[in-house]
């Protein structure tokens, strides 16, 4: 198998308040496949943010390495490091769209940031809007959008650059159940036709399950296990991935997934 | 009652209190210009400083967090005598409205400086983390992220400093600026020229008001051009 694309080695990341210290990722590695949709699922406070938030360095790691492509990516120099986010996506739980731009505007400022002539980002947003399905509502303000909308604008917004991948940080998780799916299909949709390798964070199982081929759940700090996202199902190791299997709602569905149908 | 109104709607009345407001309007509009450019510069400036900022300077920001709060814990009125020397060197006259222009600005720049900080600071951090995601350059993000978010709050703050500004100036009357204060305390205090008073306070309620309506007008106008209301 070739090199993953994304390689995190003994991640661990320390914040300190005052005096006290708080080993919020103690020791992470994983890898990530070029094309992956992956999974991270772990309870609140187990670090999921956090450890999304290391690969587009808003968070700086306090030791070990993260390897993208042949980037070490904490080795990268300010200027190098916001070129390099431009190639990596990012959607959010509460969207983060920029209210005082129409959602041409938000979908433009990428755009301008990476320096591009005004035709072509017209030509961009315009195939974009096309893409993630809200091409009518270019010169709404986010103020006007529902949720669904919203988020359907933050992955617009994410993928103006062409990025080599996305993240998704909860980016369902303040939809209603439908929402959430239609976002979810728009995540499968864009990975298979732009090869996009997507990370998403995510504290439930059914996203995972219908999402992701690839999996790792996350437990206070460290990766309690990794694999694909049939196998963990058929046969979970971890307590913690025990306890997310055993109150998931819909049980029927999980042994329909594992018995038969790929994912 | 009915004469005492009639004399403060009297022309020999109105007759000093034009010219005064005049000058208050002059003042409170050029030391308002130089208070925004500043204040401006300066509360991005600690915004972007601060330790959770863009550009975190944390010895910088607490030394020029210092200076704006050490000039913010004065009493107005000291600050005006203390400026005034270096006002009157600047303008190059040393009387009148002009001569203070610049010692009212000083007292309104760390305001409005902090106006501008908590503006910014309103805006989510989630926003500010989209746009670092992205590559944005600090520049960019301040400049066509933050500003803009921040604009409703920024013009109802500029509409509390362009109300403090007048009520200041009436301050630097009693030195001898002129304006509306002056004629308060040398009319009005001095000669017990209560029509005069009353008229000075007439022009000052209807001038904040109509400010304050302004502001208010505006920044409502742009919440709902965004549908924030």
């Known amino acids: ?263 | 009652m009915k004469e005492f109104l009639a004399q403060v709607f009297s022309v020999e009345v109105w007759e000093y209190v034009l010219p005064a407001t005049w000058q208050t309007i002059y003042m409170t509009a050029i030391s308002t210009t130089i208070t925004i450019t500043f204040g401006l510069l300066f509360g991005v400036l600690l915004y972007v400083t601060d330790k959770d900022g863009l550009h975190p300077m944390a010895i910088f920001n607490k030394v020029f967090g210092a200076i704006i709060n050490s000039v913010l814990s004065l009493p107005s009125m000291i600050v005006v005598i203390i400026f005034l020397p270096l006002s009157k060197f600047i303008v190059g006259v040393s009387y009148g409205p002009k001569a203070f222009i610049v010692s009212l600005a000083i007292v309104c720049i760390p305001i409005f400086s902090r106006l501008v900080e908590n503006s910014i600071l309103e805006v989510s951090k989630g926003k500010v983390e989209a746009a670092k995601a992205m590559g944005a350059p600090n520049w960019d993000i301040i400049l066509k992220i933050m500003l803009p978010e921040s604009l409703p709050t920024l013009i109802r703050n500029f509409v509390v400093l362009t109300i403090t500004l007048v009520s200041i100036t009436a301050i630097a009357g009693s030195f001898g600026a002129g304006g509306l204060g002056e004629l308060a305390v040398r009319f009005g205090y001095n000669r017990y020229r209560t029509d005069i008073l009353v008229a000075v306070i007439i022009v000052l309620l209807a001038g904040v008001e109509v400010l304050q309506l302004f502001g208010a007008f505006i920044s409502k106008k742009i919440l709902k051009k965004r549908h924030l209301v």
């Not at chain 1, 298979?192 to 199982?205: D, E, N, P, V, Y």
């Open chain 1, 1 to 263: 198998m070739a090199a993953p694309f994304i390689e995190i080695k003994n991640v661990s990341k320390i914040f300190k308040n005052q005096d006290k210290e708080f080993k919020v990722l103690k020791g992470i590695n994983l890898e990530i496949q070029k094309g992956d949709i992956f999974g991270i699922i772990g309870f609140s406070g187990a670090g999921k943010s956090t450890l999304i938030r290391c690969i587009n360095r808003l968070e700086t790691v306090s030791s070990g390495t993260i390897r993208i492509g042949n980037y070490e990516i904490d080795k990268l120099s300010k200027k190098e490091m916001n070129l390099y986010r431009q190639k990596i996506g990012i959607i959010f739980q509460h969207f983060n769209l920029f209210d005082s731009k129409t959602v041409f505007g938000n979908v433009a400022f990428p755009l301008e940031v990476a320096g591009k002539s005004k035709q072509e980002i017209e030509k961009r947003v315009a195939e974009i809007l096309d893409l993630v399905n809200i091409s009518d509502k270019k010169d709404f303000y986010p103020g006007q959008l529902s949720g669904g909308q919203k988020q359907r604008v933050g992955i617009a917004r994410a993928l103006a650059n062409n990025p080599d991948i996305l993240l998704s940080d909860e980016a369902t998780s303040a939809l209603d159940p439908v929402t959430s799916l239609s976002v979810l299909d728009i995540l499968k949709d864009i990975n298979k036709k732009l090869r996009l390798t997507i990370i998403l964070i995510t504290h439930s199982l059914d996203v995972i399950k219908y999402t992701c081929n690839n999996m790792a759940v996350l437990e206070n700090g460290l990766i309690a296990e990794k694999g694909s996202v049939r196998e963990i199902f058929a046969n979970p190791s971890s307590e913690t991935t025990k306890v997310f299997i055993k109150n998931n709602s819909d049980l029927a569905k999980v042994d329909y997934l594992v018995g038969g149908e790929g994912i």
